[in-house]
């Protein structure tokens, strides 16, 4: 399998877990969003540098990735505006959604190279609706 450049260049606050993640063949989202509690424990334990919570926020940017079709540039906005699961994003209402990513960018000074607009949103929703068990 050919490593994924994207999880390569998580953010340097995971760069513990990009580590952990890359050594150990994890470098797929798809394997990324299937990680388990006991799996995330594990891990913690192999590698004290490694944290629950920046694995759990990995594994949620993976289920976004991986179901919605994300990139992981909205994934990464999706969980910086709180939403940490398919079962929050799917009770969101999606023009205060639109509000918070708009006010989060313009925080950031980041401009997405594809504008996040109230349709892609609303079918991040309608998707998450069916899939938020994940």
Same mark, same amino acid.
């Given at each position: 399998?050919?490593?994924?450049?994207?999880? =390569?260049?998580?953010? $340097?606050?995971? %760069?513990?877990?990009?580590?952990? *993640?890359?050594?150990? #063949? @994890?470098?797929?989202? /798809?394997?990324?969003?299937?990680?388990?509690?006991?799996?995330?424990?594990?891990?913690?334990?192999?590698?004290?540098?490694?944290? =629950?919570?920046?694995? $759990?926020?990995? %594994?949620?940017?993976?289920?976004? *990735?991986?179901?919605? #079709? @994300?990139?992981?540039? /909205?994934?990464?906005?999706?969980?910086?505006?709180?939403?940490?699961?398919?079962?929050?994003?799917?009770?969101?209402?999606?023009?205060?959604?639109?509000?918070?990513?708009? %006010?989060?960018?313009?925080?950031?000074?980041?401009?997405?190279?594809?504008?996040?607009?109230?349709?892609?949103?609303?079918?991040?929703?309608?998707?998450?609706?069916?899939?938020?068990?994940?």
């Amino acid at each position: 399998m050919k490593r994924n450049k994207e999880i =390569e260049n998580l953010p $340097i606050n995971f %760069r513990h877990e990009k580590q952990y *993640i890359l050594i150990n #063949n @994890l470098d797929s989202w /798809e394997k990324l969003k299937d990680l388990s509690t006991k799996d995330i424990n594990q891990i913690i334990v192999r590698s004290p540098l490694c944290t =629950e919570s920046r694995l $759990i926020k990995i %594994r949620a940017i993976a289920t976004f *990735i991986f179901f919605l #079709n @994300l990139t992981p540039q /909205e994934g990464y906005l999706l969980l910086h505006c709180g939403v940490g699961s398919m079962k929050a994003l799917s009770i969101l209402n999606p023009h205060n959604l639109e509000k918070n990513i708009g %006010r989060l960018e313009r925080s950031l000074k980041i401009k997405m190279t594809e504008p996040i607009n109230l349709i892609k949103i609303k079918h991040w929703i309608s998707k998450a609706k069916i899939l938020e068990d994940y």
